[in-house]
């Protein structure tokens, strides 16, 4: 079957950086997705990657180990506004994304 | 560019009413739309693909004679919740992909908050 698993909530201090970790297992695997999605808005694109190795884009990093299933999101110097939930989501075989439940980051003074 | 937008962005109706939400691809060619429903605190669920111009594909679960989907062009996508329910009350949010372009990335609409009293 498809599976992806995130963390369930996350906390962690401003100014401070977290890793929000995605293991799946999927029919097919062409490409991986990080969406933020703000409490009643709707997801906004983060990072791809389809390729092993890490992704950089700003505060932002995105890595992916193909072999093991495995993903993170790194985010760097936490802001109060990186409060949200972030989605975790997986292209299979047939191209739909399959996506994780989704991890709830509270971030603190 | 890659703007989707949705409307209406709320609605409140009476129980055993129909809705329609309209998904537009402003800016884009889409020729896969995606229709999904977001019960608050869940993660979202996907409940059926359209392809322009072709019947769509609803997910185990969903009835597809009540969540009527249509996609007869390729900016525009509606989803019309038939005989509303309060529990059909939910964030029901569009997404589309481009055609022609790389990767599978997904462009989100806003969302429609639906109200079913």
């Known amino acids: 079957g498809q599976n992806i698993d995130q963390p369930t909530e996350m906390t962690a201090t401003e100014g401070a950086i977290v890793q929000i970790n995605c293991t799946y297992q999927?029919?097919?695997?062409?490409?991986l997705f990080w969406y933020q999605q703000h409490a009643g808005e709707a997801p906004t694109f983060l990072s791809y990657?389809?390729l092993d190795g890490l992704e950089e884009k700003g505060r932002f990093s995105s890595f992916l180990s193909r072999s093991k299933g495995y993903s993170y999101l790194l985010l760097k110097e936490l802001q109060m506004k990186d409060s949200a939930s972030y989605l975790c989501?997986?292209?299979?075989?047939?191209?739909?994304?399959?996506w994780g439940a989704g991890t709830k980051l509270i971030i603190k003074p | 560019g890659a703007v989707v937008s949705q409307h209406p962005s709320w609605v409140i109706c009476k129980s055993g009413t129909s809705v329609k939400i309209e998904c537009r691809s402003l800016?884009?060619?889409?020729?896969?739309m995606f229709w999904y429903r977001q019960f608050p605190k869940q993660s979202l669920m996907l409940m059926a693909t359209?392809?322009?111009?072709?019947?769509?594909?609803?997910e185990q679960g969903v009835e597809k004679d009540k969540f009527l989907i249509n996609h007869a062009s390729l900016t525009l996508s509606t989803l019309t919740v038939t005989s509303a329910h309060p529990e059909d009350s939910s964030f029901y949010i569009c997404?589309?992909?481009?055609?022609?372009?790389?990767?599978?990335?997904?462009?989100f609409g806003p969302g429609t908050r639906l109200t079913v009293l």
């Open positions: 997404s589309a992909r481009e055609a022609d372009r790389d990767y599978n990335e997904q462009f």
């Open positions: 800016d884009f060619q889409a020729t896969t």
């Open positions: 359209s392809n322009e111009g072709s019947k769509a594909t609803y």
């Open positions: 999927t029919s097919g695997f062409n490409g």
């Open positions: 990657n389809v």
């Open positions: 989501a997986v292209t299979a075989s047939n191209y739909q994304l399959i």
